[in-house]
T-cell receptor, first 112, second 109 residues
Framework: DVKVTQSSRYLVKRTGEKVFLECVQD?????MFWYRQDPGLGLRLIYF???????EKGDIPEGYSVSREKKERFSLILESASTNQTSMYLC???????????FGPGTRLTVT | GQNIDQPTEMTATEGAIVQINCTYQ??????LFWYQQHAGEAPTFLSY????GLEEKGRFSSFLSRSKGYSYLLLKELQMKDSASYLC??????????FGAGTRLFVKA
């Protein structure tokens, strides 16, 4: 079975803190994605990566950055957390192309 | 713009059949996905349609009409465990996938 793991299920941070969310997949997938999920808005793509050290902005990249130094690991960084970044963050991976995605359990981030 | 519409909530009875509709307007089309998401859990893949017609997988079927920008997910013999959100998603091209807001299905006894 494909497994996508995320470093934390729940996280509470203060405004202005730098936040790191880690995601690891074990299926040697080329593509990895970071989404945030908010009620009534669905999943919105923040960033994605189609290869090591390659990254592309999604629909809402402002206030975020990413890092992919190894194929299995994709990190999301909130440079200076703000209260409007309180959300559920979901990582996903997928094989090459635009096929099905496998999601991690999510990190519920609260910024106070 | 790119848009996916699906009903916010639906309620159905255990043992019945329910159809969840999805309409989309996207700049391109490389395929349509349905995902299931139980409360507090990750979405899991249910089905994929790229050609017009019906794809059947056990109790679940998914239909696509590309000319109408329309899909539906059909759930038969509903069970209580089918209570979840169902996400319609379209890949317009490239690596991106656009997700609808999801339909929350309540199955009652």
């Amino acid at each position: 079975d494909v497994k996508v793991t995320q470093s934390s299920r729940y996280l509470v941070k203060r405004t202005g803190e730098k936040v790191f969310l880690e995601c690891v997949q074990d299926m040697d997938h080329e593509n990895m994605f970071w989404y945030r999920q908010d009620p009534g808005l669905g999943l919105r793509l923040i960033y994605f990566s189609y290869d090591v050290k390659m990254k592309e902005k999604g629909d809402i990249p402002e206030g975020y950055s990413v890092s992919r130094e190894k194929k299995e690991r994709f990190s999301l960084i909130l440079e200076s957390a703000s209260t409007n970044q309180t959300s559920m963050y979901l990582c996903a991976s997928g094989a090459s192309g635009a096929g099905e995605q496998y999601f991690g359990p999510g990190t519920r981030l609260t910024v106070t | 713009g790119q848009n996916i519409d699906q009903p916010t909530e639906m309620t159905a009875t255990e043992g019945a059949i329910v159809q969840i509709n999805c309409t989309y307007q996207t700049s391109g089309f490389n395929g349509l996905f349905w995902y299931q998401q139980h409360a507090g859990e990750a979405p899991t893949f249910l089905s994929y349609n790229v050609l017009d017609g019906l794809e059947e997988k056990g109790r679940f079927s998914s239909f696509l009409s590309r000319s109408k920008g329309y899909s539906y997910l059909l759930l038969k013999e509903l069970q209580m465990k089918d209570s979840a959100s169902y996400l319609c998603a379209v890949t317009p091209g490239g690596f991106k996938t656009i997700f609808g807001a999801g339909t929350r299905l309540f199955v009652k006894a």
